[in-house]
């Protein structure tokens, strides 16, 4: 709930830009979305801090995603829980990666963040 009116305080100007009488078409869209794409590839492939960050998270993410999928079926009929406690362990988890990212602020005045990162 607080993300979703921190969310909503958000204001971003329209990036909708009409050619004059004219809509862009939906293949311009599109390859003005994969230009963008491309660009960002660039600029993270330019940069050894961004690349080590994206690289990183990206196996985070895979990780992630896979123990997301077998993580419900296991609390449920390996653990025996129902709905209720498999949110409360999400909620858990979610605190304590709140918890974690408010030691790693911490940490950064103390530790240099390459170390944490490598």
Do not use: D
């Not at 895979?62 to 949110?87: R, W």
């Amino acid at each position: 709930m607080i993300s979703s009116v921190l969310l909503s305080l958000v204001a971003v100007k329209s990036s909708q830009q009409k050619q004059k009488g004219a809509e862009i078409s939906l293949k311009q869209k599109w390859l003005e979305f994969w230009g963008n794409w491309w660009n960002g590839l660039k600029v993270v492939g330019a940069n050894q801090l961004f690349s080590t960050i994206f690289l990183m998270f990206s196996f985070i993410w895979l990780a992630q995603g896979m123990i997301n999928v077998l993580f419900v079926p296991y609390v449920i009929n390996e653990m025996g829980q129902t709905s209720v406690e498999f949110g409360w362990i999400e909620s858990v988890q979610g605190i304590g990666g709140l918890i974690g990212g408010y030691l790693l602020l911490k940490l950064n005045k103390k530790i240099a963040p390459f170390p944490l990162i490598y």
